[in-house]
């Protein structure tokens, strides 16, 4: 392990847990790649202030992010009515617990996207006196009209690029479906926005879609999440804005080089979810990739590499990727490599080295399977196809049993009733909840982490 940092940063560093070991013939490496980062956000060496997990301004800095929260203002919203009033209350509670200095504004959306706060184009900067305004704007939004998410987003969009800051931020509330656009028309809009700002998606209540949500989410780097009761929304802003008010360094890459003759397999963040990468490298010089990681605080997440090297004799060894973090240079200027890692090939003809199977390699690989079975396994349920559905979420089951992950076994006895989950026993519950469902589906990615 080697490890890099730069005052103005928090500390990156890298550790890779592999098996190195193949047999004659052998081509397949995997390796748990830990990248954490301490001494700048939530609980590292910064002063806290406000709440326990929001980072004062240390002597001299400057604001270092800006935030939109985007509010369904949808008829919808109406009904119950409560769900608008929980809404308005939740962002107030968000627009709270903002830290001195921050830049903010606050989008009512509907088929159109409109400024609530600070209505001017551009952006107010945090204190006491803006926020009081901020929270008596809230007081005047009322629902009515459709659903039209991308408009949301690229008026959030023009809104934190009048920001001079590195951590650029959104916070999504949806209650509904996309109906008043098309999803080539969302789409559009999240490669438009990608890469710019990152962004939390919560869908309140049980009449949203859980792909289109997720889906937000997935393509901004944020956190996607249900909070079917509405009066759960304040407690669940007022988290999100906290975690996002800890982020001290944003647009960190993971570059993936490898050497001559390796060929990528796949690269997916695999805690604290499960999040495909692969498909979004962006080529930074001769054999290497850079992927987007997004905003970092006090953290720690897993990534999982798989790279296929050419064949080689025992007793040979080579590098099979080097794994960095990279920050972007400024004005102009070269990346900065914050920490890196080695997976390295060993070619033996000890059986019982290379047969091995690490063990967070083996446990996230169950752990992905556990994010797509769930997956596959309501898919079928939806569609009619219970022998299916009872085989793929029994699988589901079991993969939960055995990994320890407590959090997603519970949300699986919502919807099947478990016979045996060592075998992955299940009956298909006759009736379920949409909340239970919508929940499962939902956190579905969320993993457990491996115990090192």
């Not at 890099?4 to 397949?28: A, C, I, M, W």
């Not at 393509?219 to 802003?237: C, K």
């Amino acid at each position: 392990m080697a490890n890099f940092s730069k005052s103005t940063v928090p500390q990156f560093s890298v550790d890779v847990y592999q098996n190195e070991y193949l047999p004659e013939g052998g081509r397949e490496v995997n390796a748990i790649v830990t990248v954490t980062s301490t001494g700048g956000g939530t609980t590292g060496g910064v002063p806290l202030a406000g709440t326990s997990l929001i980072p004062a301004a240390r002597p001299g800095q400057g604001p270092n992010a800006a935030v939109v929260i985007m509010v369904d203002c949808s008829g919808s919203m109406d009904y119950p009515a409560t769900k608008m009033r929980n809404a308005r209350d939740a962002t107030a509670a968000a627009v709270d617990t903002l830290r001195d200095g921050v830049a903010f504004a606050i989008v009512g959306g509907t088929h159109l996207a409109k400024e609530i706060y600070p209505g001017n184009g551009g952006l107010a900067t945090a204190d006491s006196r803006t926020r009081a305004q901020a929270k008596e704007a809230l007081r005047r939004i009322s629902a009515g009209g459709g659903t039209a998410i991308g408009t949301w987003l690229r008026l959030a969009d023009r809104l934190l690029a009048t920001a001079d800051v590195p951590i650029r931020h959104g916070i999504l509330l949806t209650d509904g479906r996309n109906e008043h656009e098309s999803a080539a028309d969302l789409r559009a809009t999240l490669d438009a926005c990608a890469g710019r700002f990152t962004c939390d998606a919560r869908g309140v209540g049980t009449d949203w879609e859980v792909k289109e949500v997720t889906g937000i989410a997935s393509a901004l780097l944020g956190t996607a999440d249900i909070v079917a009761d509405p009066a759960g929304l304040a407690a669940d802003f007022t988290r999100m804005m906290e975690n996002a008010m800890g982020k001290e360094v944003a647009d960190v890459a993971l570059r993936l080089w490898t050497p001559v003759g390796v060929e990528i397999g796949f690269i997916k963040q695999v805690a604290p979810t499960v999040e495909d990468l692969t498909g979004r490298r962006v080529e930074a010089g001769p054999r290497a990739g850079d992927y987007p990681t997004g905003s970092w605080g006090d953290e720690s997440r897993d990534y999982h590499v798989c790279v296929r090297v050419p064949e080689a004799g025992i007793g040979q060894e080579m590098l099979a990727a080097r794994v960095s973090l990279i920050l972007p240079g400024t004005g102009g200027g070269a990346p900065e490599v914050l920490s890196q890692g080695l997976v390295r090939a060993v070619w033996t003809d000890d059986m019982a080295a290379s047969t091995a199977i690490n063990p967070q390699v083996a446990h996230y690989t169950g752990q992905a399977e556990l994010a797509q079975v769930i997956q596959q396994g309501l898919d079928a349920r939806k569609s009619g196809d219970f022998d299916g559905a009872t085989a793929k979420l029994g699988r589901a089951v079991q993969l939960a049993a055995s990994s320890g992950n407590a959090d997603t076994a519970k949300l699986l006895s919502k919807v099947v009733d478990v016979v045996d989950a060592a075998t992955g026993t299940v009956r298909l519950k006759a009736r379920v909840a949409d909340a239970d469902e919508m929940t499962l589906e939902t956190r579905s990615t969320k993993t457990v982490r491996v115990k090192k």
